[in-house]
T-cell receptor, first 112, second 115 residues
Framework: DQQVKQNSPSLSVQEGRISILNCDYT??????FLWYKKYPAEGPTFLIS?????DKNEDGRFTVFLNKSAKHLSLHIVPSQPGDSAVYFC???????????FGKGTRLSVIA | EAQVTQNPRYLITVTGKKLTVTCSQN?????MSWYRQDPGLGLRQIYY???????DKGDVPEGYKVSRKEKRNFPLILESPSPNQTSLYFC??????????????FGDGTRLSIL
C-alpha cells in the first residue's frame, strides 16, 4: 500500500515556464511534507518542506502548496531553469520522529 | 563541511560473500537511516536508528543488518548478499527534537551489484 504517490513519472517543461509537480498521500496522520531533488550520481538534497499547519511555503522560485482535505501537495517552480532538470521526490511523515515515506519520484526535464 | 559519507561508492561482488557499507556523518545527528532506490519503486527504507544502540526495521529489512555503536556511524551489513539486493543505497541523517521539522541529509549513494 503506497502511502505517498507521485502519479507522473516524468514531466517536460520549457525554460521560463512554470513546473508543477504533484503528490498525493493516503495517511491522514502525516503532518510534515518535504520535497527532495536528485541529480544522477548524487544523493537526494532537501529542497523545501511544509508543516500541516500551513497551506503554502515559499522559498525563492520554489513554492509548496498543501491541500489537507484533498491529501494533496504540489511543488511549483517558476521560472523553470535547465538546472532544475532532476528527479523530484515527495516525502511525508507524522510526528514522533517517525520514518519518512517517499513517493516514487517525478523526472523533470526543463528544455531550453 | 557538513556531510554524510558512504563507502564504497561502487561495489561488484558475488552471492554469499559478506559485505559492509559504511556510513558516517559529521553533524552530530541523532537519527540515521538506510534506503535503497530501485527503478519504479522510489526510495524504500531498510533500517533506521533514533540514537546510539537504538535501531528499528524500515519497510524492507530482510537480508540486512545494521548497528549503531557510535553516534556518527551507521554501517549496513549484508551477511549473505543475493542478486535481489543489487540496488542503489543511500544513507541519511537528521536531527531529532525541535518538533518534527528536520530534513534528512543524504550521502551520495553506494551502487551494489551482486552477481
Amino acid at each position: 500500500d503506497q502511502q505517498v504517490k507521485q502519479n507522473s513519472p516524468s514531466l517536460s517543461v520549457q525554460e521560463g515556464r512554470i513546473s508543477i509537480l504533484n503528490c498525493d498521500y493516503t495517511n491522514s496522520m502525516f503532518d510534515y511534507f518535504l520535497w527532495y531533488k536528485k541529480y544522477p550520481a548524487e544523493g537526494p538534497t532537501f529542497l523545501i518542506s511544509i508543516s500541516s499547519i500551513k497551506d503554502k511555503n515559499e522559498d525563492g522560485r520554489f513554492t509548496v502548496f498543501l491541500n489537507k482535505s484533498a491529501k494533496h501537495l504540489s511543488l511549483h517552480i517558476v521560472p523553470s531553469q535547465p538546472g532544475d532538470s532532476a528527479v523530484y521526490f515527495c516525502a511525508a511523515r507524522h510526528s514522533g520522529n517517525t520514518p519518512l515515506v517517499f513517493g516514487k519520484g517525478t523526472r523533470l526535464s526543463v528544455i531550453a | 563541511e557538513a556531510q554524510v559519507t558512504q563507502n564504497p561508492r561502487y561495489l561488484i561482488t558475488v552471492t554469499g560473500k559478506k559485505l559492509t557499507v559504511t556510513c558516517s556523518q559529521n553533524m552530530n545527528h541523532e537519527y540515521m537511516s538506510w534506503y535503497r532506490q530501485d527503478p519504479g519503486l522510489g526510495l524504500r527504507q531498510i533500517y533506521y536508528s533514533m540514537n546510539v544502540e537504538v535501531t528499528d526495521k524500515g519497510d524492507v529489512p530482510e537480508g540486512y543488518k545494521v548497528s549503531r555503536k557510535e553516534k556518527r556511524n551507521f554501517p549496513l551489513i549484508l551477511e549473505s548478499p543475493s542478486p535481489n539486493q543489487t540496488s542503489l543505497y543511500f544513507c541519511a541523517s537528521r536531527r531529532t527534537g525541535q518538533g518534527n521539522s528536520q530534513p534528512q541529509h543524504f550521502g551520495d549513494g553506494t551502487r551494489l551489484s551482486i552477481l
